[in-house]
């Protein structure tokens, strides 16, 4: 009884930041609900854009983030101070039929709203198990793979947390703490084998719990599966050195993500680095 509670608070967080956000754009209209999607989606956008250069020059997350905030921050002032000059009439859009096209975009509001602060609740690891047994807030957390993929897609950063790029095997779920730039996945289908050196296929995104998305690779040859480790050109993104270092060590390959249940030693040359020719 207890848990069922817990895991209602969930349900009641998704409902209460929708509610409230459509609330409130239906009493202001449509006119100042289209105002206030404006700068929001404009700030969004801005905060992104400023992560992503901050992060190219500085290669450093916490500069990306201050990016992040500086340029979002700067954008909603200068947004609010041209919303203020603009000096819109309260009352366009309040008629019956501008309250409820404010409402049904307090409703997206609220969405968005719901798609930030989900996730990042989620990241208190006690409360994971609670949200992912919760209806609303469940589902909140099973878009953010469509979220990861859209960032593919318009090629843009942003900021992620664990860190893939210090040790091999450090795609384990217990590894949630450190915040990194996205590698786009989506450019490495096509990427080759490990095992037999073939082209890989992407096969998306996937939540595996809370917010741990990760991708799924697999070979249309062999059938093996991974995270993009199981490839040449994903292992030298994810962990900046070649499958063979690893060999070399000892060490062989499989995928901590997506095991195979066969550890293997790559025998095909490297496209990436030219290790393993014979």
């Not at 609900?33 to 801005?46: E, H, P, S, W, Y």
């Not at 917010?211 to 995270?227: A, K, N, Y």
Request: overall charge positive; aromatic content about 8%; charged content about 20%.
């Amino acid at each position: 009884m207890n848990l069922q509670i817990k895991v209602l608070v969930f349900d009641l967080l998704v409902i209460g930041i929708v509610g409230l956000a459509t609330y409130v754009e239906a009493t202001r209209g449509a006119v100042l609900a289209l105002a206030d999607v404006v700068r929001i989606i404009l700030t969004g956008v801005l905060a992104i854009v400023g992560y992503s250069l901050a992060f190219a020059v500085f290669k450093s997350f916490l500069a990306g983030m201050v990016g992040f905030l500086g340029l979002g921050l700067v954008t909603l002032m200068v947004t609010t101070m041209l919303y203020k000059r603009m000096a819109i009439d309260p009352h366009h859009g309040q008629r019956p039929l501008g309250r409820v096209l404010g409402g049904l975009m307090g409703v997206s509001l609220g969405v968005g709203l719901s798609l930030a602060i989900v996730p990042a609740v989620a990241q208190v690891s006690t409360f994971i198990p609670r949200i992912d047994r919760s209806y609303l807030a469940s589902r909140v957390l099973d878009a953010l793979p469509a979220v990861h993929d859209a960032a593919d897609r318009l090629n843009i950063r942003i900021p992620r947390v664990r860190d893939r790029s210090r040790k091999f095997r450090h795609e384990s779920l217990d590894n949630a703490d450190v915040f990194t730039s996205r590698i786009n996945f989506r450019k490495l289908d096509g990427a080759t084998c490990v095992e037999c050196g073939a082209k890989v296929e992407f096969r998306g995104y996937k939540r595996l719990k809370g917010t741990i998305v990760v991708p799924l690779f697999v070979c249309p040859e062999c059938g093996r599966t991974s995270d993009g480790c199981q490839t040449f050109e994903g292992f030298h993104r994810m962990y900046r050195r070649c499958p063979y270092e690893m060999v070399v060590r000892g060490i062989p390959l499989d995928c901590g993500v997506w095991p195979n249940d066969q550890s293997i030693v790559p025998e095909t040359e490297c496209p990436v680095c030219g290790r393993g020719a014979r």
